[in-house]
């Protein structure tokens, strides 16, 4: 039996998933944003008990096949501006202007590099590009460029960047302390869009210090635990790569990345042609659709707005979520995009917090017991959570504290249901919420968005670390064409390169799935399509048409079986006891309380009620049904709309 272990390190809370099979199993522990490595081996310790009953750490990682791992450590480095200071070096004196065609793309590119940029002519000599080489890579240092990307346009751009870092790395060895830090955008990705590859090439070098410092600490670590296989990154793409074969880019939202891969394995389970992800965390809630069993991307997706040579997920982050800070601004009740994280936290964690979440709202409106949160790991402090809303909300108001507690769940559904409208909705449009505060609050949402229909699924808590388990060993490759190219010499370049690089992977290579596609834009259009032999392409490219051959190298690995197939039985489902939850109308309601867990599949119910499942709490509003599946996941239904 394989046994692979998915890790997704979020800003509140970090997941550990393990897959034994068809067998799942899985914790959370709270993230440690000042040392994430300690939260990452917290994580696993924790795993090893719920496995073995008892603490054993060793065992578990050298008895598990693969651990990968996404992170937001590379994301909230962006979001903070915390990096090196950059230096670009060109030989185009508008690239800087082309990079800020934008008012998003100025601001960032002011926060990365500022005045540390120089232009080049390596139209000279040798002796004299060396020269100026020199003063020139002097003057970025001067100006506090810890970091120099080099991008070259035009038809022999990669050459002559190939030519730049020859000089370079004579002039400024690595061995020396001296040393700076050199990317080169052609290394990176080759793109013929100048500032689409250089914008790549900025964002990787401004990411890459701190993921590589905590990346490689990790690695090395749990190579001292002699795991059997070096650590794997998921990647923004839905593969999974070495540390040493993973591009600090490729990180950026790659945790939500992995609820989208689940989604589609979801979409594909149960038949659903519309699926919303809406992977609700501490700080965001972030939207993707899978259409048709189809991961909705953008072949040069965007970051922090501003555009990349890379395919991204289409996924939109909203600043809303468990951590969200709930206050009075301008009058007004307004939900983030600050967000406590897990340190402080919710007022209600105890740890020194002193503003108002919707955990705490839950909290004090009785739909959350204070002694089972995380499965009862962590008990809440209801008084704190008063205070917090009396000082931060009621009292501003000048309302009673279970006015203000209905006013702040409305404004807050109102904002989930906002970041859900983002997306164009059908009437066939189901939603699939997961995340730790996705099911919460989901029904209420759905209703203000005009969707009936909600799959929670019973991973739901761990789901984004879960998705991460659809993800196979993978390297993509892109090369640009030219009339006089020789297409099958490109191809086999692109395969060796391929082959060496999944080689370095440790994996069979003739067990990898090779795949070739052809890009070919056309003015502002551009046009994607599947190639079973790359001799084609001559079929395909017309005269004026800018095209690259692109390569993908697969090794699977073993993914979980997900969906509602199996025959289920017919019951009403059984509530575990009661709760006293306060109601939209300032009033109290016994509701009944389901456990997940106990209900055999087929079980159904309707609301008002409490369900409560592993990690999470959700309020199944009135006129609202649900129902358990085969799988075990959680199937929800406004009857009002019907």
């Given at each position: 039996m394989t046994r692979l272990i998915n890790i997704d390190n979020g800003g509140t809370l970090t997941d550990i998933c393990v897959v034994d099979g068809d067998d799942v199993r899985y914790?959370?522990?709270?993230?440690?944003?000042?040392?994430?490595?300690?939260?990452?081996?917290?994580?696993?310790?924790?795993?090893?008990?719920?496995?073995?009953?008892?603490?054993?750490?060793?065992?578990?990682?050298?008895?598990?096949?693969?651990?990968?791992?996404?992170?937001?450590?590379?994301?909230?480095?962006?979001?903070?501006?915390?990096?090196?200071?950059?230096?670009l070096l060109t030989t185009?004196?508008?690239?800087?202007?082309?990079?800020?065609?934008?008012?998003?793309?100025?601001?960032?590119?002011s926060a990365l590099v500022g005045d540390r940029h120089a232009v080049i002519d390596v139209g000279v000599d040798d002796d004299a590009l060396a020269a100026e080489l020199v003063a020139r890579v002097n003057a970025l240092a001067a100006r506090g460029a810890g970091r120099v990307v080099v991008a070259i346009g035009g038809e022999d751009g990669a050459e002559q960047e190939k030519r730049v870092k020859r000089h370079l790395l004579r002039l400024y060895p690595r061995q020396l302390l001296g040393a700076i830090?050199?990317?080169?955008?052609?290394?990176?990705?080759?793109?013929?869009?100048?500032?689409?590859?250089?914008?790549?090439?900025?964002?990787?070098?401004?990411?890459?210090?701190?993921?590589?410092?905590?990346?490689?600490?990790?690695?090395?670590?749990?190579?001292?635990?002699r795991t059997r296989r070096p650590l794997l990154i998921f990647r923004n793409d839905g593969g999974s790569s070495r540390v040493a074969k993973s591009s600090a880019l490729k990180t950026y939202s790659s945790g939500p990345r992995g609820g989208l891969e689940g989604t589609r394995a979801l979409a594909s389970g149960y038949g659903f042609g519309h699926l919303l992800m809406a992977d609700v965390g501490g700080t965001t809630t972030d939207v993707g659709v899978v259409t048709n069993g189809a991961v909705q991307v953008e072949h040069r997706g965007r970051v922090a707005l501003v555009p990349t040579s890379f395919e991204i997920a289409a996924i939109t982050s909203h600043g809303v979520g468990g951590s969200s800070v709930i206050r009075m601004t301008g009058g007004e009740i307004t939900v983030g995009p600050d967000s406590v994280g897990a340190a402080p936290g919710p007022a209600c964690f105890g740890l020194g917090g002193a503003d108002a979440t919707i955990t705490d709202v839950y909290l004090c409106m009785g739909l959350l017991d204070p002694h089972t949160y995380l499965d009862g790991s962590m008990t809440l402090d209801v008084e704190r959570s008063r205070k917090a809303v009396q000082a931060t909300v009621a009292d501003p108001l000048g309302v009673p504290l279970d006015a203000a507690l209905v006013r702040m769940e409305g404004a807050y559904l109102d904002r989930v249901a906002r970041a859900l409208q983002t997306e164009p909705l059908t009437p066939d449009t189901v939603i699939a919420a997961f995340g730790g505060a996705g099911p919460m609050t989901v029904c209420g949402a759905a209703e203000r968005a005009g969707i009936r229909t909600v799959i929670i699924p019973r991973t739901a808590a761990v789901f984004s670390a879960f998705g991460i388990g659809f993800s196979d060993i993978s390297q993509h490759y892109e090369a640009p064409l030219s009339a006089v190219d020789d297409v099958v010499t490109v191809a086999e370049q692109l395969r060796q390169r391929a082959r060496r690089d999944m080689f370095a992977e440790g994996v069979d290579l003739d067990a990898c799935v090779e795949s070739f596609r052809l890009s070919i834009t056309r003015g502002e259009e551009e046009v994607l399509m599947g190639l079973a032999d790359p001799r084609d392409v001559a079929r395909h490219v017309r005269d004026r048409d800018v095209a690259s051959l692109e390569l993908s190298l697969v090794s699977p690995l073993p993914h979980v079986a997900i969906g509602g197939d199996g025959q289920v039985g017919d019951s009403e489902a059984l509530a575990t006891g009661s709760r006293s939850v306060l109601d939209g109308i300032g009033g109290t309601a016994e509701l009944p309380v389901y456990a997940l867990v106990d209900q055999p599949p087929g079980a159904h119910g309707k609301g008002p009620a409490v369900i409560e499942g592993p990690f999470f709490t959700m309020r199944l509003p009135e006129g609202w049904r649900f129902h358990t599946t085969a799988a075990g996941d959680l199937l929800l239904s406004d009857e009002r709309s019907s």
């Open positions: 914790t959370k522990t709270l993230t440690t944003p000042f040392d994430l490595s300690r939260c990452l081996f917290d994580g696993l310790a924790k795993a090893s008990t719920l496995l073995y009953g008892q603490e054993r750490l060793a065992s578990l990682l050298q008895s598990t096949d693969y651990i990968r791992y996404s992170t937001t450590q590379g994301t909230n480095a962006l979001v903070q501006r915390k990096g090196p200071r950059l230096g185009d004196p508008t690239l800087v202007e082309a990079l800020a065609a934008t008012s998003e793309e100025e601001d960032l590119l830090p050199l990317l080169f955008s052609w290394e990176l990705v080759a793109d013929r869009d100048d500032a689409r590859r250089t914008w790549s090439a900025l964002l990787n070098a401004f990411l890459h210090p701190a993921m590589e410092r905590f990346l490689f600490n990790a690695e090395s670590r749990l190579r001292e635990s």
